[in-house]
């Protein structure tokens, strides 16, 4: 669609911006295809669709063909946040951020995150209260705006980016792990490495050091929107398949919370396989708003990453 020609950071390489690029319009074609199944039942996936594998809109929110829902929404609006702030990632932008997109009425808003905004709004703190009970995975789905802005950052640049989106509505450590262990893997695909190298070194360890997290004991269907069980069938379907569309309509198929499955399952396969793996029709149909948006800030949040660019305020997204 000629997003590739969008330009990047000083210096970034093309390829670089390419799979940027691929990873945010992955979140809204998982998005915006797994949001017709979600709630379903893979077998009721099967009576009603076969294989879910093109966009049709519909679903319980009655959605247009291409229209995505607050995985994508909360993703532009974190990343409009972070260029409006010079590339930071700050608790109170975000909170600001998010609570101006809840007041724009969604089609669609997490409880946990309803129930967190409402308390920014009522005390001003942009740092949710630590809950065992917001291991949700609405802050993982929002979490690519963060991972471009601090792609050339240290490590420890990276996670307080993580953490600073996250806590606004997630505080919670099996949501920090995921979020973490999505930033860095995504960042690695983008970087180039395979992903034999990203399991030997990112997917192995992180699992090793967070067991809740692990995916082989059985085929996860219907997954809820338990950041574990999201993470589970994300791993799944990107390890088992080999294209971004298999690993897409893999999660989608799995029913449940489709669409954030398969919003995060296209982020990682975007930027694993790049621009040139997403289906064309998929692209043709999506919202062209948020095609365009996805492109356009792929492009500025690695102006932002790059820590010798010093317009990243300025650049219009």
Known sequence: M???DSPGGVGLNPRIVSRAQAAYLGVALGDALGATVEFMTPGEIRRQHGVHREMRGGGWLGLKVGQ?????AM???LGKAILANGGRVEPLACAQAF????????IDIGNTVRRNLVAFRRSGNPVAA????????????????AALATLERPEFEVMSAVCAQAHVTHNNPSS????AFLAFTVQDFVHGESLRAVYRHRVAPFVAAHPEFAFRRRRRVNPSGWIVETMQVVMQSLLDTDSFEDCVVDAANRGGD???TAAIAGMLAGALYGLDSLPVRWLVALDPHVRREC?????ALLACADTSASSCARRPV
């Open 2 to 4: 000629g997003l590739s």
């Open 68 to 72: 995505v829902t607050d995985d994508t």
């Open 75 to 77: 993703s532009l609006a």
């Open 99 to 106: 609570d101006a997109w809840m007041r724009s009425k969604p």
């Open 130 to 145: 630590p809950s065992e009970h917001d291991a949700g995975n609405g802050a993982a789905m929002r979490v690519l705006p």
């Open 176 to 179: 920090d792990a995921a979020c």
């Open 258 to 260: 489709a669409d954030t």
């Open 295 to 299: 492109g356009e800030q792929a492009s």
